[in-house]
């Protein structure tokens, strides 16, 4: 029995190692893709918007619904957050919206968005940190968020007054402030990567968990200083961001549908990651993202004769009641985390032993 369960659980490591590079690698390289034709014209970067938007970032909304029940098992606490919390933010959008106009609005966005990739990238993190205690163990999750805020005042600095075509306002910053959070920034990213090199014949690498930290880092560097135009920077991290989760939502599901029975065969497992059940969660997260959205600019056209830009605001109130949604969920795996993630926790340390046999 143990001789034919090997060779099995060998291809079954084998084959999830190659789906998470695909999350890490794979998604690198589509994200700086994007921004390198965005780049280019204008035409193309409205191209790439538009693909983002109707096939990675309205599904990634959906996606993450997929996982609300992760939040708490309490009707009440799904009741509040599907029903009240959607009201309270529309509230709040709107008092934005009448003191500050659109550029509020975007001004607001802007900065929950950087702050709602970093806490995903620091909950991926977390799935794939196997690592022994070492000296300096949280210095990549400083890392995670330090980019972003560099980043983010760089963008301050420069001070646009468009994003997305609408108009933007960012507090202003001095490029003293920038200069000191970039050194900071830098050492220490620096730091890390020398740790990684001298400790890199002491034991195993964690390839997933370095990988990914790495993939965070150079997006960030890419979408937030070294490109200048504010929309194609968004449009690199946009891209890389909403991929990924929708790569590891689906990965989630396929672990949750697999735990409560043992694979017997190859094939068994070769069929959980064809393309057909990954091209009917991607679809169906596709068509309600698309339904959705066109439900709430329905309803924001509906509501033009006030004079404020409702349709917006109906688009705002989904994106920050996901960023709710998923804030709730990071926050809920971290203090414990289903049966479902215990086991592909468990099981990724197998990874490399597997692809050696």
């Known amino acids: 029995m143990t001789a034919q369960t090997q060779p099995v659980s060998g291809n079954i490591a084998v084959a999830s190692l190659r789906l998470e590079r695909w999350l890490i690698f794979g998604n690198l390289f589509a994200a700086l893709s ?33 996982r609300i029940h992760a939040i708490s098992s309490s009707i009440r606490t799904h009741w509040v957050l599907i029903f009240v919390a959607p009201m309270l933010i529309l509230a709040g959008l709107t008092l934005i919206v009448l003191a500050y106009e659109t550029a509020g609005l975007f001004a607001l966005y802007f900065v929950m968005q950087a702050f709602h990739v970093a806490r995903q990238s620091h909950g991926i993190a977390k799935r794939f940190d196997h690592r022994l205690q070492m000296p300096y163990q949280r210095l990549p999750y400083f890392l ?8 983010y005042l760089h963008r301050s600095a420069q001070a646009p007054t468009s994003f997305l075509g609408y108009p933007i306002w960012l507090a202003p910053v001095s490029q003293e402030l920038v200069l000191g959070i970039s050194i900071t920034a830098v050492v220490c990213a620096l730091w890390w990567l020398a740790r ?6 002491t034991g195993p690498a964690n390839e997933l968990f370095n990988g990914f930290i790495f993939s965070h880092l150079l997006v960030s560097l890419v979408a937030y200083v070294w490109i200048d135009d504010i929309t194609v920077g968004w449009l690199v991290v946009n891209v890389w961001h909403n991929i990924q989760y929708l790569i590891f939502a689906y990965r989630q599901q396929q672990k949750n549908s697999g735990v409560k029975s043992e694979l017997t065969s190859t094939q068994r497992y070769s069929s959980i990651v064809r393309l057909k059940p990954a091209a009917i969660f991607f679809g169906v997260c596709a068509i309600c993202g698309a339904v959705l959205y066109a439900i709430a600019s329905s309803v924001g056209e509906s509501l033009l004769w006030l004079g404020i830009p409702t349709i917006l605001i109906a688009h705002f109130v989904l994106n920050f009641h996901h960023y709710l949604a998923d804030s709730l969920i990071w926050k809920r795996r971290r203090a414990g985390g289903s049966k479902a993630e215990i086991t592909m926790r468990a099981e990724t340390p197998k990874l490399s032993s597997a692809r050696q046999r």
């Open 34 to 66: 994007a921004g390198a034709l965005a780049a280019w014209s204008a035409p193309m970067m409205l191209a790439i918007l538009y693909i983002d938007v109707w096939l990675f970032a309205n599904p990634h909304v959906v996606a993450t619904y997929t």
């Open 144 to 151: 995670i968020y330090i980019f972003p805020v560099w980043g």
């Open 196 to 201: 990684l090199w001298c400790c890199k014949g």
